[in-house]
């Protein structure tokens, strides 16, 4: 439906932010997710310190994404990209709200709440951008679906888990589970570079 109703532009548009965001999207869980997931002494403090350090990472990126989206348009000789990368900014924090969630779902084996979201989030995401595109709002049509995929997933989540943050950063358990976690960041790295 979209390829009828968007040019090949608008597809080219949001691919090339997607590069930069898919690039970036590498780091901010910072492999904490699965060290969640691996390690059985994983417990409230250790859930809310990785909570934190990853949506601080994410929102120190986004940021990132943010100012330098103007110099990303200009190295890719595509002037509009830069609104399109700043929006998608966003995203990056967003999804990094839900990652710690889903972990603690997936470590409890808890897989009909996680296969609910997976499905309602594509599906909401869709019907957003099959209405802007058919309203004419081009490249903005795939970037408002993608938003609404990530807010979609994170509200869902949110309310399905049942876990809530408490207290602060114990950095002892942090750099406690990075030792663990670092190994994946450097092989997700390497591996985006060797692919792209």
């Known amino acids: 439906i979209l390829a009828r109703l968007l040019l090949p532009e608008h597809f080219g548009l949001f691919s090339t932010a997607m590069v930069v965001i898919n690039a970036i999207q590498l780091?901010?869980?910072?492999?904490?997710?699965?060290?969640?997931?691996?390690?059985?002494?994983?417990?409230?403090?250790?859930?809310?310190?990785?909570?934190?350090a990853i949506l601080t990472t994410a929102t120190l990126l986004a940021t990132a994404v943010y100012l330098g989206a103007g110099f990303i348009a200009h190295i890719a000789r595509q002037p509009q990209v830069d609104q399109v990368l700043q929006v998608l900014a966003v995203n990056m924090v967003v999804s990094a709200a839900a990652s710690v969630p889903i972990a603690l779902m997936q470590k409890a084996q808890r897989w009909r709440a996680p296969a609910m979201v997976e499905f309602a989030a594509p599906v909401a995401s869709a019907v957003v951008m099959v209405l802007m595109a058919y309203w004419g709002y081009g490249v903005w049509s795939i970037v408002g679906g993608s938003l609404t995929r990530s807010a979609v997933l994170a509200l869902s989540v949110w309310i399905l888990s049942r876990w809530r943050p408490s207290g602060g950063v114990d950095w002892h358990l942090l750099r406690a589970l990075f030792r663990y976690s670092r190994w994946i960041v450097i092989e997700r790295i390497s591996a985006f570079l060797l692919l792209n």
């Open 27 to 52: 780091i901010p869980d910072l492999g904490l997710t699965q060290a969640l997931i691996v390690h059985s002494d994983s417990n409230q403090r250790a859930s809310s310190t990785s909570f934190y």
